[in-house]
């Protein structure tokens, strides 16, 4: 699909209109100072349209993150705008600068680019002060003072109205000399909070004069011991927003109750003069949800500290750095969050259609290699001792100007163990006594016996060749057989190391119901083996790609290789055999 033949959908429908109707051009400055993408507006700066992606920088990013991320970078491409990285960094107990490098990292390598336009919600924490002492003075907001058992037994139910706080009615200046106080650091955490003074009685709950500053005597990663009270993210996020004229703050949908307030606080600061015109608009997609895939910071964050997995970056975590390590790619991702596209309602996608999409993608940049992951012994018994020759393969069958690659052929080969049977099943078209297949790019052979050990192991192959029937040469059409399977020469072939990572959770819906999730973990989702690598991937670098013919897509590990001893992780099987497998 190319660049300019998008899908549409309801986020674009809203856009479209925007443009046509000229809403954000004729956006107007405040006048008051702001941030950097304040100024630029005041500096007469028009792009059709701001998004941003507002990580909280208290956990890596995962696939659902991937989702936003092309959704918002890739609004603001299609459309000639600009889309914001921001850091929602008003929590000081969760977050850590960690998780802000490894966010920044993470986006970046799913391909995007924020230009100038990096900004953190904590270096607004001065104006958001500010925009809440004004509305204390206009009498939008108060201090209340109960406890915090007190006020969630006034805040009502679903069919109660709540009580209003016997504070509710405080002077404002009695509100200005405490909230100050809460700024000064009087009191302790916990006694006063802020709070926007809206309707007790509303049928919506978030409208129940919510919270927006509150006591916390903590460290910020960022400011330090500069604050000791904090804007509540309901306060802060449309605060950003507008200090960096996003024009459409598109989220997920448990955020779709707090759009009344995030209207009703922009309009307040609007009139108030604190922010742009018109304010941005919050629009609500559905969240992505993976089938047999957790997409919870705190499910992820448990897996992590309780050792289940090897750490964030584990192959076989749904987080982006798991993801990098796994094989998987930026256009992958891409390529997934376009096919699935943004809706309204909350569904459910398989797991089976993001591995298709990696897939395609690996199938056109993965060069390909011969691995013999369960090796067996062959044995041309009537091939000279001493001798050995070159065959050829192509890099990829699809691509001949990728080329040829020499692939050493000798007396003794490796060969997949499964590849050979004494009494063969029905259909059963490789190895068994008495049956010719082609080595693949190589020549005919028949196989003539085996050995086995005292245990009645098979040990080694024995077959003869036929010197005329190599591949790419006349004589090779002489030879008709049904079988052809792939070989190293087991003098040039080196030993390396690969893991085969499966689902991380046996079941579609890791835990349903009352199940503790972890129950639901697959025993087998990681399998270490040992096996036989054709000469040319020995120098194969971190993060290179390869498909091994009939195996699937492999990666470079970029933890544990070494110059000269690549350590593969498998990406992808070729196909989907998971749904078939039940
Ligand atoms: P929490 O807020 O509980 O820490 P979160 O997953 O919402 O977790 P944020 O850092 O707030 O994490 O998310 C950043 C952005 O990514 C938000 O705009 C959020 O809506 C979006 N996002 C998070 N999870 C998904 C998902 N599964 N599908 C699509 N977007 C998501
Ligand atoms: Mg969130």
């Given at each position: 699909m190319s660049e300019t033949e998008k899908p549409s959908n309801f986020i674009r429908h809203i856009i479209d209109a925007d443009l046509a109707s000229g809403k954000y051009a004729a956006r107007r400055w405040s006048g008051r100072p702001g941030p950097a993408a304040q100024q630029k507006l005041g500096a007469g700066e028009t792009v059709n349209i701001r998004t941003r992606f507002p990580p909280e920088p208290n956990g890596y990013l995962h696939f659902g993150h991937a989702k936003s991320i092309c959704l918002n970078f890739g609004l603001a491409r299609d459309y000639g705008g600009v889309c914001h990285l921001r850091f929602?960094?008003?929590?000081?107990?969760?977050?850590?600068q960690e998780y802000v490098d490894a966010i920044i990292g993470a986006v970046r390598w799913l391909g995007f680019d924020w230009g100038d336009d990096l900004y953190y919600a904590s270096s607004y924490f001065q104006w958001m002060f500010e925009f809440a002492e004004k509305l204390v003075e206009a009498g939008h907001a108060y201090v209340d003072s109960q406890s915090a058992e007190e006020m969630r037994a006034n805040r009502g139910t679903l069919t109660e109205p709540g009580k209003p706080s016997?504070?509710?009615?405080?002077?404002i200046a009695e509100n200005l000399d405490l909230f100050r106080r809460m700024k000064a650091g009087e009191f302790a955490d916990g006694t006063h909070i802020l709070r926007a003074?809206?309707?007790?009685?509303?049928?919506?709950?978030?409208?129940?004069?919510?919270?927006i500053y509150r006591i916390r005597h903590a460290t910020h990663?960022?400011?330090?011991?500069?604050?000791c009270i904090y804007p509540m993210y309901t306060f802060a996020h449309p605060i950003e927003d507008a200090l960096e004229n996003i024009t459409h703050s598109i989220c997920t949908l448990e955020f779709e109750d707090q759009r009344p307030f995030y209207d009703w606080l922009l309009a307040r600061l609007a009139e108030l003069g604190c922010i742009n015109t018109p304010p941005p608009q919050q629009i609500e997609f559905a969240r992505l949800n993976l089938s047999y895939v957790v997409l919870s910071k705190r499910k992820l964050i448990q897996l992590v500290e309780e050792k289940?997995?090897?750490?964030?970056?584990?192959?076989?975590?749904?987080?982006l750095v798991g993801a990098r390590r796994r094989g998987y790619t930026p256009e992958g991702f891409r390529n997934f969050a376009e096919m699935i596209g943004v809706t309204k309602s909350d569904s459910w996608i398989d797991i089976s259609v993001l591995e298709e999409c990696q897939r395609q993608h690996l199938n056109e940049v993965a060069p390909r290699r011969i691995a013999v992951l369960d090796p067996l012994k062959l044995l041309?018994?009537?091939?000279?001792?001493?001798s050995e020759e070159l065959c050829e393969a192509p890099n990829h069958p699809q691509k001949p100007d990728w080329g040829k690659r020499p692939i050493p052929f000798s007396k003794e080969l490796w060969i997949e163990?499964?590849?050979?049977?004494?009494t063969p099943p029905k259909g059963y078209f490789r190895l068994f006594p008495g049956n010719r297949v082609r080595l693949r790019y190589g020549f005919v052979i028949e196989c003539t016996g085996c050995d086995k050990d005292a245990n009645g192991n098979i040990i080694a192959v024995h077959c003869n060749y036929f010197?005329?029937?190599?591949?790419?040469?006349?004589?090779?059409?002489n030879y008709k057989v049904k079988g052809n399977i792939h070989w190293l020469s087991a003098r040039h072939a080196f030993a390396a190391e690969v893991r085969l990572y499966d689902r991380l959770?046996?079941?579609?819906?890791?835990?349903?119901?009352?199940?503790?999730?972890?129950?639901?973990?697959?025993?087998?989702?990681l399998t270490v083996i040992h096996v036989q690598l054709e000469p040319?991937?020995?120098e194969a670098a971190a993060e290179d790609r390869f498909q091994f013919e009939r195996h699937g897509y492999f990666v470079v590990d970029?933890?544990?290789?070494r110059p000269g001893a690549p350590v593969f992780n498998r990406?992808?099987?070729?196909?989907?055999s998971w749904t078939n497998r039940k």
């Open positions: 929602d960094d008003t929590n000081p107990e969760k977050e850590d016997p504070f509710r009615t405080r002077s003074k809206i309707d007790m009685a509303s049928p919506n709950i978030n409208l129940r004069d919510p919270a990663h960022a400011t330090g011991d500069a604050w289940h997995v090897g750490g964030w970056d584990d192959p076989r975590l749904p987080t041309i018994d009537n091939y000279p001792d001493d163990r499964e590849d050979f049977v004494e010197p005329d029937s190599r591949s790419g040469t006349p004589g090779a059409d959770f046996s079941v579609a819906a890791p835990g349903a119901g009352e199940r503790d999730f972890v129950a639901d973990l697959n025993p087998e989702s040319a991937l020995m970029h933890g544990d290789s990406t992808v099987t070729l196909k989907d």
